[in-house]
C-alpha cells in the first residue's frame, strides 16, 4: 500500500509545497499586522482620553494611525519577501535534487558499465518517469554494443578461421617432399579456403555498405508469383536432389515495388534454407498473400523448427542455431542476415513463424 | 601473341605472367604507370592487362590517353574497387572488359582468350572431345555412337565445358555465363555442383574414359586424359 504522496506526480506535490508555504507566509503576514493594527488601536484608545486635552479632532488621529500601520506593512513586506525567496530555494532545491541525482547516476554509467541502471526512488512520478526512459536507452545501448561485440568476435573467427587452415596447409606442404599429387591436393583445399574467405569478405562488405545505407537500388513493379517461379526454377534441382517438392500458390498477381534482384536473393535464401533444413521428401509451401496494404511471400517447411531460445537471433550476423553445423555443411550463418537486410532495404520486413507443421519465414512489403 | 601486364604488386605481376606464359603467351610486364605506357605506346601488343591502382601516372589516366591517340590494343583491366562506378568509367573510357580483384585465374585466362577471339568467326557448329561430339543446330550429343539426351540447362553447360575444353572453368564463370546470374552465391554453387554431377553421370558412364575432370579449389575442366 502505497500512501497517496508518494504516487502522486512531482506536479502535485510542489502545487502541495508551495500552497503550503504561501498559506504560512499569508498567516505570518497577517498576523503581524493583525498584530500591528491591534496595537495601533489600543494607543488609539490611550490617546483618545489625551486627544481631548490636547485638541486633536479624530480625522488627525485616524491620519496618524494609517500612517503608522503604512509604515508596519512597508517595513513587514520585505521581510516577508525575503521569507518567500528563502522558502522558494529550498523548495527549489528540494524539487531538483532527484535530478541532480539522476544525473550524476548518468554520469557514472560509462561505455564499460553500461550494464548499470540509474536508481529510480518513484517509477510513479514524472523523474520516475525520465529515469525509467533514460534506462530504456541505456537498455537498448547495451544490446547494440553487445550486438557489435559479438559481431567482431565471430567475424574474426570465421575470417581467422579460413587463414589458419591456409596457413597451416602451406607450413606442412613446404616442410616435407610430396608427391605431385598430394601437393595438388593441398593447394586445392588452400584455393577452397581462399574461396570461402573471398566469399565472407565479399558478403561482409555488402552488409557494411547496407549499414551505411550507400547501396543504390534500381526498384521496378515485381511480380512476387513471377519471383517465386523464378527462385524455384533455379533451385528446384537442389529440391530434387532431396526428393522434396516446391509449391508455389500465388492467388493472383501480386505486385510490389522493390529491386528485384536483391528481394530474389532473400527468397532464394530462405528457399534454399527451407530445402536444407526440411526432410527428404517433403514438400515446402512458397505461398504469395496479400490484405489491404502489404503482400507477403512466405517460406514454410516441414522441419523441424526453430527452438524458441534461437528465435530471437536467427538474423544476427554469425548465429547459427546449431553451432555444430559446421562451416562445412552450414555457410558462415549469414544467409539470414542477408536476407533480412535484403527485404528491409526495399522497405519491408522478415519474420519468423513456428507452426505445427515446421517454420514460416514471411516477406511482407508495403503493396504497389 | 603479345601480352603486356601493368601491375605493379609485384607477386600479383609473377603469378600473371607465369599463367600467361603457361598458355604460351608472350609477356612483357610493366611494374609503373610510366612504363607500361611508354611500353604501350611504343610497341605493339595483342593485349593489355591493365591494373587501374598504380603509383604515379593511373590505370585510368593510361587508357584515356592511349584512346586518344588512337592506339585500339583490347584492354583488359583490373580493379579492387567493385564499384559500378568505376567499371563503367574504365568501360566508358575505352576498355574492352574487367575483372574485379580477388579473380581467378582461369576467369582471366579465358576473358583474355574471348578477347583476342574477338572479331574472328567463331561460330563452330560442331564441338568435339575425344569421342564426345556435339552438334549446336540439332542440339544432338553423341558420346561414340550412343546418343545422350540433356536438358537445355545441361547442354548450355555441356557447350560452355566444351567451347572452353583444355581450360579451367571456375564456378564463377559457370554462374555468369551459363546461369546469366549477376552475383555467385552459396545456393548457386550448390545447384552448379549438382548439375555437373548429373551432366556428368550422362557424358561420363561407368566404364568410359572420363571427360569430365573436377579440379579442387579451381573449378571444372573437360579434356581427353587426367588433368
Known amino acids: 500500500m502505497t500512501r497517496w504522496w508518494t504516487t502522486a506526480s512531482i506536479r502535485v506535490r510542489l502545487t502541495a509545497w508551495y500552497t503550503a508555504a504561501l498559506a504560512l507566509m499569508l498567516v505570518v503576514y497577517a498576523t503581524v499586522t493583525f498584530v500591528a493594527v491591534r496595537h495601533e488601536f489600543r494607543e488609539q484608545l490611550e490617546e483618545d482620553s489625551r486627544a481631548a486635552h490636547a485638541h486633536l479632532t479624530p480625522e488627525e488621529l485616524v491620519q496618524r494611525q494609517l500612517s503608522e500601520i503604512l509604515v508596519v506593512l512597508v517595513l513587514g513586506l520585505p521581510v516577508i519577501v525575503m521569507l518567500a525567496g528563502a522558502g522558494g530555494y529550498v523548495l527549489a532545491r528540494r524539487a531538483l535534487a532527484p535530478i541532480e541525482h539522476l544525473a550524476g547516476d548518468a554520469r557514472r554509467i560509462t561505455a564499460d558499465r553500461l550494464h548499470e541502471r540509474l536508481t529510480v526512488p518513484n517509477p510513479h512520478d514524472e523523474i520516475g518517469r525520465l529515469a525509467a526512459v533514460i534506462n530504456g536507452t541505456f537498455a537498448r545501448l547495451e544490446s547494440s554494443f553487445e550486438q557489435l561485440r559479438r559481431f567482431t568476435a565471430d567475424a574474426s573467427h570465421e575470417l581467422r578461421t579460413p587463414l589458419s587452415v591456409i596457413r597451416g596447409i602451406g607450413e606442412l606442404g613446404v616442410a616435407g617432399t610430396r608427391s605431385p599429387s598430394e601437393y595438388k591436393e593441398a593447394i586445392g583445399s588452400m584455393l577452397e579456403e581462399v574461396d570461402r574467405l573471398t566469399r565472407l569478405v565479399d558478403t561482409l562488405l555488402r552488409l557494411s555498405r547496407g549499414d551505411a545505407g550507400s547501396v543504390r537500388l534500381a526498384p521496378e513493379l515485381v511480380d512476387l508469383g513471377g519471383l517465386a517461379g523464378d527462385v524455384v526454377a533455379s533451385l528446384g534441382l537442389l529440391a530434387e536432389e532431396r526428393r522434396q517438392r516446391l509449391e508455389i500458390s500465388a492467388p493472383s498477381a501480386v505486385a510490389v515495388r522493390a529491386d528485384r534482384l536483391v528481394l530474389r536473393e532473400a527468397i532464394t535464401n530462405l528457399v534454399d534454407n527451407a530445402i536444407k533444413y526440411g526432410p527428404a521428401g517433403s514438400t515446402i509451401g512458397i505461398r504469395v498473400e496479400q490484405d489491404a496494404r502489404t503482400a507477403a511471400i512466405a517460406v514454410t517447411d516441414q522441419g523441424p523448427g526453430i527452438p524458441s531460445e534461437h528465435r530471437s537471433r536467427i538474423f544476427d550476423r554469425f548465429y547459427r542455431v546449431d553451432e555444430g553445423r559446421s562451416r562445412e555443411t552450414g555457410g558462415a550463418g549469414l544467409g539470414l542476415a542477408i536476407a533480412k537486410w535484403a527485404v528491409e532495404v526495399n522497405g519491408g520486413h522478415v519474420t519468423y513463424e513456428n507452426g505445427d507443421a515446421g517454420s514460416t519465414f514471411r516477406v511482407s512489403l508495403p503493396r504497389s | ?134 552438334n549446336l543446330v540439332g542440339r544432338r550429343v553423341l558420346r561414340g555412337d550412343r546418343s545422350i539426351d540433356l536438358t537445355t540447362r545441361e547442354f548450355e553447360l555441356l557447350e560452355y565445358l566444351l567451347r572452353h575444353q583444355g581450360h579451367l572453368v571456375s564456378r564463377e564463370m559457370l554462374a555468369r555465363d551459363v546461369w546469366r546470374e549477376p552475383r555467385r552465391a552459396t545456393p548457386l554453387d550448390n545447384v552448379i555442383d549438382v548439375q555437373m554431377a548429373r551432366l556428368r553421370r550422362k557424358i561420363d558412364p561407368e566404364g568410359a574414359p572420363r571427360l569430365i575432370h573436377t579440379v579442387r579449389g579451381v573449378g571444372f575442366t573437360m579434356r581427353e586424359g587426367e588433368p
Do not use: C
Request: charged share 30%; net charge negative.
Open chain 2, 1 to 134: 601473341m603479345r601480352v603486356l601486364i601493368v601491375e605493379d604488386e609485384r607477386k600479383l605481376a609473377q603469378v600473371l605472367s607465369a599463367a600467361l606464359e603457361s598458355e604460351h603467351y608472350d609477356v612483357v610486364a610493366a611494374a609503373t604507370g610510366e612504363d607500361g605506357f611508354y611500353r604501350a605506346n611504343a610497341e605493339l601488343f595483342d593485349l593489355v592487362v591493365l591494373d587501374l591502382m598504380l603509383p604515379g601516372r593511373g590505370g585510368l589516366e593510361i587508357l584515356q590517353t592511349l584512346r586518344e591517340r588512337r592506339i585500339e590494343t583490347p584492354v583488359l583491366i583490373l580493379t579492387a574497387r567493385d564499384g559500378v562506378d568505376d567499371r563503367v568509367r574504365g568501360l566508358d573510357l575505352g576498355a574492352d572488359d574487367y575483372l574485379v580483384k580477388p579473380f581467378a585465374l582461369p576467369e582471366l585466362l579465358a576473358r583474355i582468350r574471348a578477347l583476342l577471339r574477338r572479331g574472328r568467326p567463331s561460330d563452330v557448329l560442331r564441338l568435339k572431345v575425344s569421342d564426345l561430339e556435339v
